[in-house]
């Protein structure tokens, strides 16, 4: 019925969660004699409830990489006295601590988590708390009933105290509220009977009401010039309050606001107070308003019997907070006034030497609604001040060519990000990733492609306006790039789906050897390993046990080897066993091919090199062979003449496919069969190895590559393989660069993929549309319009399309409006088209001549003489 004896609890290593309710349990489970739980490094996440109730609970070590800590992990934990919450915690949810009665000692993280609601509620013993300078909300009843608490170490970022936040914290004397904070919600002290001096900066313009009520040893109260009212119930039952000033922006004092305030007998009322609650007041027979003869102050005192005393105190020195300021269009910022001394009556005014582009409240509330400069001018009676405001044109939005992206690991691509309004007065971004193991972006929007992943790139305008636009980057792949020999392979066995790269160098090689494992295989005619020289040239193709335990030659210091499967079935993969540095240039001596018969072995062609005294199968030496891979095997096949073998004069069997455990081949029926050659059967063409078996899948052949379906018979036109599309020509041979296919022209990568999208040929950019159709004439992309010629190419610059001439910019992108280029300025309709001739623009008229130059100065034009303005306009 429950776990009562239960004292300490070890995890095992591995685990990342501690789940909800683990130590909670049902109705009748109970883990009350839990005493020390050991968190392993491994765990992140301490789930909701998850020690609820753990009442003798006195120790909790580890926590050393817990992110997130859920709601009530520790309620009730009543024998808890002290924790230390890693830097690692990220978030925190509500009433942890709640009930932690015994608790003395917390240690909160350094990372941006707030006081959540209830966090240490009733935490009886907790006697003080340093709140790191990264918290900025202190939610809801955070500390209630924490009545042994006297010291609070306030972070320099607060900005809200919410509701009962402090309430019952009945050991506190002193309460210095940061400048910065700006409200301070209901109850946030109520009850704070030891509570006898307060602080509120000018910074606060928000407060709940009930916030000091039952501060029964309050004194001393000093009140912020940011505050507008004065709640309801705020001091009541202050038994001790004897005087307070009231800032000289409170426009009201609300119901009750000082109730019970035995002690009560002295308020300093400023001018701007317009109303006050009848029942603010308790004992107005004993209170004495001090305020200006003929405010509202007077008034009150008048209709409610109490005494009134004239004191009017003129300002000798008025300061603001700031001398110039620095804002965006669209800001608002609060000007807070010093005057000396406090209690001064002057009047105040506040003013704006230019309202078309900074207004100002009553209250010092500037606006900015134009750009330019203004000055504001304070004025307390007979002294004054002033902050001279500069209003810039902030960037309003920001758009990049592309929201998403699919690259191969070690790929760029140049992100252009556009800066709107134009007359922003900062353009300037920053970029970032967010996961820059995956991605990196530099700070000219390059990204570079790094492993398999997803990250989002950002860029963001400089300015303040924290305008930005971001970019989902998806890697497909990754790319090793290699120090060891031994660490280029694949693993045993690869992934399905794989596409990963592994590159190694040998600096100042011109040519390098690289030899495979023995074990090296792949899944023949499905999977396939691509190896590429230096400069990204496709060395070979190969598939199956192609590579195993041989050695291939490659032009240059460098190496790329690629792995790329399907989505099921693997083999073990490979492995580089040794990448030597070689000599570039062969001596070679052709070996010719030799016909092997049914009585007598036969040879392939290969060459043999005199310098390194090794075999190739190519004369540039790229794939190294030996003799006895070579040789071809007496034939068990015929070769027939007349229906009787030439050799052996066997007789011939009937012509037709056959099949042995290795493959497919083609019985010609003369006792003949194809090898390495092509072969027209039954309407359609195959393609024969050096042994004679039909191909399958992509093959290399002469100078084109070439696919062949399972049945071995060749592929032409349009078809798709994993993922990627491609297009046969007639012929069979793969479409590689531009081909016209019908009316249409496309383009296919140089591993002929079918390309979409923007991409660069040489110093040119295409468009291709998602059919991968190459685009000629007018497109709109985006909000873009784009204008690419008859070859498909992207137009820059000048452009004389039928009768019209447009201008596109360096990215392509078709302009309008006015447009410097060069030393001429020009004006594009909102068409593109360049104006020529009489044009009314906003409010004014201009001449463009017949190559579309804005005209200034004096112009004779059609006879008469007209000026123009160094901006154009005709006077």
């Not at 049902?26 to 753990?54: K, Q």
């Not at 009520?213 to 000093?222: E, I």
Request: proline letters at 2%; one cysteine or more.
């Amino acid at each position: 019925s429950g776990c009562s004896n239960l004292k300490t609890i070890k995890f095992e290593k591995g685990i990342t969660t501690i789940p909800a309710n683990l130590f909670y349990g049902a109705d009748t489970i109970w883990f009350d004699g839990l005493e020390e739980i050991d968190i392993p490094e491994t765990v992140t996440t301490i789930g909701n409830s998850a020690f609820f109730n753990c009442r003798n609970l006195t120790t909790v070590t580890g926590m050393k990489n817990v992110t997130k800590i859920g709601d009530n992990a520790f309620y009730n934990c009543s024998n808890l006295k002290e924790i230390t919450i890693p830097n690692t915690v990220e978030s925190m949810g509500t009433s942890i601590f709640y009930g932690c009665t015994s608790l003395k000692s917390v240690v909160l993280p350094n990372k941006r988590v707030n006081i959540t609601d209830s966090t240490f509620y009733n935490c009886s013993s907790l006697e003080s708390i340093t709140l790191p300078d990264t918290v900025e909300y202190i939610r809801n009843n955070a500390f209630y009933g924490c009545s042994s608490l006297k010291k609070i170490v306030w972070s320099k970022s607060i900005k809200e105290i919410e509701n009962n936040a402090f309430k019952g914290c009945s050991s506190l004397t002193e309460i210095i509220i940061p400048d910065g904070v700006t409200s301070i919600g209901s109850n946030a002290f109520q009850n704070c009977t030891s509570l006898a001096s307060v602080r509120i900066p000018n910074s606060v313009t928000s407060l709940g009401t009930y916030i000091f009520d039952g501060c029964s040893l309050l004194t001393d109260v000093a009140l912020g010039k940011g505050l507008t009212t004065i709640p309801s119930y705020m001091f009541s039952n202050c038994e001790s309050l004897k005087n307070i000033k009231i800032p000289y922006n409170v426009a009201t004092i609300g119901s009750y606001a000082f109730l019970n305030d035995t002690a009560f007998t002295e308020i300093t009322i400023p001018r701007k107070t317009t109303a006050i609650n009848s029942n603010a007041f308790s004992y107005p027979g004993k209170l004495n308003i001090y305020g200006i003869s003929g405010t509202y102050a007077e008034t009150f005192a008048n209709e409610n019997n109490i005494k009134f005393t004239n004191r009017e105190v003129n300002a000798s020195k008025v300061e603001l907070n700031e001398s110039q300021i620095t804002l965006n269009k669209g800001d608002t910022y609060n000007l807070i006034m010093s005057v000396t001394p406090d209690d001064f009556t002057d009047a105040v005014t506040w003013k704006s030497t230019d309202t078309d582009v900074v207004t100002v409240t009553e209250t010092g509330v500037i606006k900015a609604v134009g750009t330019g400069t203004a000055t504001i001018k304070l004025t307390v009676g007979n002294v004054s001040a002033s902050c001279l405001i500069t209003v810039l044109q902030p960037v309003t939005s920001i758009s990049l060519d592309r929201s998403s992206l699919s690259l191969d690991s070690a790929d760029n691509y140049q992100l252009s990000a556009y800066i709107y309004p134009s007359t922003a007065s900062n353009k300037n971004v920053v970029w970032e990733s967010s996961d820059p193991s995956v991605a990196t972006i530099d700070d000219n929007g390059m990204v570079t492609a790094l492993k398999k992943g997803t990250a989002k790139i950002t860029v963001k305008a400089m300015d303040g306006s924290n305008v930005s636009a971001s970019c989902t980057v998806t890697v497909k792949n990754t790319t090793y790039v290699c120090d060891t020999v031994d660490k280029i392979e694949s693993q045993h066995n690869y992934e399905n789906e794989c596409s990963d790269s592994w590159i190694y160098t040998i600096e100042g090689a011109e040519c390098i050897e690289v030899g495979f494992d023995e074990r090296t295989t792949v899944e023949s005619g499905f999977d396939y390993i691509y190896i590429f020289s230096a400069d990204d040239t496709m060395v070979g193709q190969y598939t199956g046990t192609d590579l195993a335990g041989k050695t291939i030659r490659i032009e240059g210091s460098k190496v790329r080897i690629k792995l790329e499967s399907d989505g099921s079935g693997n083999e073990w993969g490979f492995k580089v066993t040794s990448v030597k540095r070689a000599s570039k240039s062969h001596m070679m001596e052709l070996i010719p091919a030799k016909e092997a018969t049914c009585i007598e072995e036969g040879n392939n062609s290969y060459y043999y090199c005199s310098e390194c005294n090794k075999y190739f199968k190519d004369e540039a030496g790229t794939i190294e062979t030996t003799i006895s891979d070579e040789i071809i095997p007496v034939k068990k096949d015929h070769e027939y003449v007349n229906g009787y073998c030439k050799y052996c004069n066997k007789a011939q069997y009937e012509a037709g496919w056959k099949k042995t455990s290795t493959g497919w081949w083609y019985d010609n029926g003369d006792g003949t069969y194809p090898k390495n050659e092509w072969k027209y059967i039954d309407g359609k063409w195959y393609h024969f190895d050096e042994r004679g078996y039909r191909q399958t899948g992509w093959k290399y052949i002469g100078s084109n590559w070439y696919f062949f379906n399972e049945s071995g018979d060749m592929r032409t036109g349009w078809f798709t393989r994993y993922g990627k599309t491609y297009y046969c020509k007639p012929d069979g041979s793969m479409a590689r660069q531009f081909v016209k296919v019908g009316s249409s022209t496309y383009y296919f990568d140089s591993e002929g993929a079918l390309q979409t999208g923007w991409k660069k040929v040489g110093n040119k950019w295409y468009y291709m549309n998602s059919n991968g159709i190459v685009q000629t004439g007018w497109k709109q992309l985006g909000k873009n319009w784009y204008y690419l010629n008859s070859d498909g190419s992207m137009q820059t610059g000048w452009k004389q399309v039928g009768r019209y001439w447009y201008y596109m910019d360096g990215n392509g992108v078709m302009q309008t409006g006015w447009k410097q280029i060069g030393k001429n300025w020009y004006y594009m309709d909102s068409n593109g088209v360049m104006q020529t001739g009489w044009k009314y623009i906003g409010k004014n008229w201009y001449y463009m001549d017949g190559n579309g130059v804005m005209q200034t100065g004096w112009k004779t034009i059609s006879g008469r003489r007209y000026y123009f303005y160094a901006n154009g306009a005709m006077r």
